[in-house]
């Protein structure tokens, strides 16, 4: 019986055996993981080494550096250039101040070239001064300004001589006309104006008219106390 079972084993129709691993799924694929990150890090040495050998890694480093430096010095040009901006536009604020400035002197030369025109010109109309230590007055003129207002101006002139006293006075406007078609006359104002000067005094003024007044002629005298030393009359259109 031994020796058939014996026989039965060692022929072709023995029974077969299947010889299984007693490692389970979990610790199998733990090791697959191993086996396959020692392989990874295996190829990746080896590509960095392959890189090392062919100089490829330091042609790379060669470039950054190359990069960098250019880096650098595109932002030291861009901070000149905002430098440059920032300096140029304080250049050109302070260029606007000064044409500001200037255009403000310029507007206030012009008005004081208008005033001496004026000036030359109401002198110009002026006739030479009474002679000895007489007084006169020079370039009278008046005019209505929207029917409430009159407008004059007048030089009044004393002798030349270096050693004339200083006059001491007052002048009286007196203006005449019609006032609701009727006659009128009236002194602007009532106490007059104190006048006191060496050679020479122009005198320039706007008085307010009463309402409903027409004013035909204007008289301006000059006195000395009670005694007139100067008058003059001029009519108005």
């Known amino acids: 019986m031994r020796l058939r079972l014996l026989r039965r084993r060692l022929t072709i129709s023995a029974p077969r055996v299947a010889i299984r691993s007693a490692l389970p799924w979990p610790l199998r694929w733990l090791v697959f993981a191993l086996v396959l990150g020692l392989s990874c890090a295996a190829a990746l040495w080896a590509f960095e080494f392959g890189k090392t050998i062919a100089g490829l890694e330091s042609a790379s480093r060669e470039e950054v550096l190359r990069l960098r430096s250019e880096l650098e010095q595109l932002r030291e040009q861009s901070s000149q250039r905002q430098l440059l901006s920032e300096t140029a536009e304080s250049l050109l ?17 012009e008005s004081e070239n208008r005033m001496l025109r004026d000036d030359l010109g109401f002198f110009e109309k002026l006739m030479p001064a009474a002679k000895g230590d007489g007084l006169a007055i020079r370039g009278f ?17 004393q002798s030349a001589a270096r050693n004339a006293p200083e006059f001491k006075g007052r002048v009286e406007l007196t203006a005449a006309g019609l006032k609701e078609g009727k006659p009128w006359s009236q002194a602007i104002p009532a106490e007059g104006k104190a006048l006191q000067f060496k050679q020479y005094r122009r005198i320039e003024e706007i008085l307010t008219l009463p309402p409903n007044v027409v004013v035909k002629t204007v008289t301006a005298r000059v006195l000395e106390g009670q005694t007139v030393r100067a008058s003059q009359t001029i009519e108005l259109d």
Not at 93 to 109: M, N, S, W, Y
Not at 145 to 157: P, T
């Open 141 to 157: 003129q008046a005019e209505v300004l929207a029917g409430v207002q009159l407008r004059w101006q007048m030089l009044v002139i």
């Open 93 to 109: 604020a302070a260029d606007r101040a000064t044409l500001e400035r200037l255009t403000a002197q310029v507007k206030q030369l």
